[in-house]
C-alpha cells in the first residue's frame, strides 16, 4: 500500500470513527428525508437545487457573521458538494462523496442562534427562488434536522478534521 493510500484508508477510518462517536449528535430523520415519493423531481430536479443555492450562498458570503466561515473558500465547490449531497437527501441520485454534516463542520463553533441565522437565510432564499411553499417547508424540517449534527454548546464539542486545523471560532459582530 503506497503512503497515499495509507493515508486515504486511515482518513476514511477517521471519519467513521468520528461518526460512530457522535451517535447523538447525528439525526434519526435524515434516512426518511427523501421518501415517500421522490421529492428532487417534484422541486424540479437539480437546476431548482442550483437555483436556491446561489441566492443562498449570496446571503451567506454577504452576511457580516456567517460571511466570516466562508473566508477564502470557493464557492462554486460549496454549492456543487450542496446540491450533490441535497440530492442524495431528497431522493435523487447518491453522488456526494464528501463530508457528512457532522465531519465537515466538527472544526466549527457553530451556535444556536447560528444555526438560527442560517436557517432563517436558506427560508428567504427558498421564497426568493420561488419554491412552493409546501415544498420549502419540507426542505426546511430537511435542514432543521442537520441542527444536531453541526450545532455546538462550547468549543469543547468541536475538534480539528485534522491533526493541524484550528478550530474556527467567529465573535458576533
Same mark, same amino acid.
Given at each position: 500500500? &503506497?503512503? &497515499? ?20 449528535? =447525528? ?6 428525508? /427523501? ?14 437545487? $442550483? ?23 470557493? =464557492? ?6 450542496? &446540491?450533490?449531497?441535497?440530492? /442524495? ?10 463530508? /457528512? ?11 444556536? $442562534? ?23 417547508? =419540507? ?15 462550547? &468549543?469543547?464539542?468541536?475538534? /480539528? ?13
Amino acid at each position: 500500500m &503506497t503512503i &497515499t493510500n495509507m493515508t486515504n484508508a486511515n482518513m476514511i477510518n477517521d471519519r467513521r470513527g468520528a461518526e460512530r462517536a457522535s451517535p447523538d449528535r =447525528r439525526s434519526p430523520e435524515r434516512k426518511s428525508l /427523501g421518501a415517500p415519493g421522490n421529492y428532487l423531481e417534484e422541486l424540479g430536479g437539480r437546476e431548482c437545487l $442550483e437555483r436556491v443555492h446561489t441566492i443562498f450562498y449570496d446571503k451567506l458570503f454577504a452576511h457580516p457573521w456567517l460571511g466570516k466561515f466562508f473566508e477564502g473558500k470557493k =464557492r462554486w465547490l460549496l454549492e456543487e458538494q450542496q &446540491t450533490e449531497f441535497l440530492m /442524495g437527501v431528497f431522493g435523487g441520485p447518491r453522488i456526494y462523496g464528501g463530508r /457528512g454534516p457532522l465531519e465537515a463542520h466538527q472544526h466549527m463553533f457553530i451556535t444556536a $442562534e447560528i444555526f438560527d441565522i442560517r436557517h432563517e437565510l436558506l427560508r428567504e432564499s427558498l421564497a426568493q427562488a420561488k419554491v412552493p411553499e409546501h415544498m420549502q417547508e =419540507r426542505w426546511l424540517r430537511a435542514d432543521q434536522s442537520m441542527r444536531r449534527a453541526v450545532e455546538k454548546e462550547t &468549543t469543547d464539542q468541536c475538534r /480539528g478534521r485534522y491533526n493541524n486545523e484550528a478550530i474556527m471560532v467567529i465573535p458576533k459582530p
